[in-house]
């Protein structure tokens, strides 16, 4: 059986996070130099579909409802058919801290999340 030593083990973590560390750094780099052309094209383009030699370039500007906004023209009490109520989080976390649910049946887990630093 091939089972690495500490030592190894510690140089090859060293290793990918070395690594790790310096892809983050590119794509952090192309993401801004992305961003920087979308910018550029938007302006050229303008909202809408346009032909750039073989490519089809499409600008959109999303437009999102200002909640805040639709809350105070219409508020719940005159128009309750625009809320829905929904679970309060920080109160079943609570609950679950006081032993009253246990947390673990209604929670999924996600992607393992690795932050080098």
Do not use: C, W
Request: glycine share 6%; hydrophobic share 40%.
């Amino acid at each position: 059986m091939n089972t690495l030593t500490p030592e190894q083990q510690a140089a090859d973590l060293e290793q990918l996070a070395m690594h790790r560390a310096k892809i983050a750094e590119e794509i952090k780099n192309l993401d801004t130099l992305r961003k920087e052309y979308d910018d550029q094209i938007a302006l050229l383009a303008g909202e809408g579909t346009t032909q750039a030699g073989p490519y089809k370039v499409t600008v959109t500007v999303p437009r999102r409802l200002d909640a805040k906004k639709v809350e105070a023209a219409f508020p719940v009490a005159s128009h309750p058919e625009l809320y829905a109520p929904k679970v309060d989080t920080a109160k079943v976390k609570a609950a679950g801290e006081l032993g009253q649910l246990t947390l673990a049946d209604y929670q999924t887990a996600g992607s393992p999340t690795v932050r080098i630093s």
